[in-house]
Nanobody, 121 residues
Framework: QVQLVESGGGLVQAGGSLRPSCAASGSIFSINSMGWYRQAPGKQRELVARVMSGGSTNYGDSVKGRFTISRDNAKNTVYLQMNSLKPEDTAAYYC???????????????WGQGTQVTVSS
């Protein structure tokens, strides 16, 4: 069984920074992709940023140049450095990982429970 636990969300003023993290635990053989998604009230969940096992990254257009995703493979952890935050960044942020669990026959996607980020104007 694989579990993802996020931390590091919170309330911040516009222009401020946050650095949430997401750690995976359990019977993990390998992790391919690690990513962050967000969902604001009344809106669809959208990709914020993703980093692959080889290090390649991609970002949503609205966060390019402000957010940086990174991963620590030894800790099965992904980070999202969020700078120059705007009120429109307010949302629940979810991490997602593509995991090959011990004894599994294929990759499977796992989600965290979400962490709230609120940016005040």
């Amino acid at each position: 069984q694989v579990q993802l636990v996020e931390s590091g969300g919170g309330l911040v003023q516009a222009g401020g920074s946050l650095r949430p993290s997401c750690a995976a635990s359990g019977s993990i053989f390998s992790i391919n992709s690690m990513g962050w998604y967000r969902q604001a009230p009344g809106k669809q969940r959208e990709l914020v940023a993703r980093v692959m096992s080889g290090g390649s990254t991609n970002y949503g257009d609205s966060v390019k140049g402000r957010f940086t995703i990174s991963r620590d493979n030894a800790k099965n952890t992904v980070y999202l450095q969020m700078n120059s935050l705007k009120p429109e960044d307010t949302a629940a942020y979810y991490c997602k990982m593509g995991v090959w669990a011990v004894g599994a026959r294929s990759w499977s996607d796992h989600w965290g429970q979400g962490t709230q980020v609120t940016v005040s104007s």
